[in-house]
């Protein structure tokens, strides 16, 4: 059975509050849909690299894993995030801040 989907604003509303509660540092750098925009989150590591974020299809499950899609230069997943954006106005972008990479994609409730 596919998973429901959340509305993007609610989603992010909640994500925020959840780093917050940890302690992570988190900004909307991207506002999208409200409704139905996709989400992209930015782990900014803090020592010049970076990770990025995004919900893929994982057909075996039918569901949809947040999936680690690039890691580098933190200049380089800026520009990976601005050709996203380019070709999709209606995309969020959530950067965090956290050394340890922790991003709390894989808790509980963040389906």
């Known amino acids: 059975m ?3 989907r959340l509305a ?3 989603w992010v509303a909640a994500y925020r ?8 540092p988190a900004y909307v750098t991207a506002r999208g849909d409200d409704t139905a925009g996709a989400i992209l989150v930015k782990c900014a590591h803090l020592d010049g ?11 075996d ?3 949809r894993p ?11 997943i800026d520009a ?18 956290s050394r340890e990479g922790r991003t709390l994609l ?3 409730g963040l389906g």
């Open 17 to 24: 509050a959840r780093l917050s509660q940890a302690a992570i």
């Open 8 to 10: 993007a604003g609610l």
């Open 66 to 76: 947040w999936t680690a899609v690039q890691t580098g230069p933190e200049p380089q």
């Open 61 to 63: 499950s039918d569901t």
């Open 49 to 59: 690299s970076a990770s990025l974020w995004a919900r893929e299809w994982d057909m």
């Open 106 to 108: 894989d808790a509980e």
């Open 80 to 97: 990976a995030i601005a050709r996203q954006r380019s070709r999709d106005p209606d995309l969020w972008v959530i950067e965090i801040e």
């Open 2 to 4: 596919a998973e429901a």
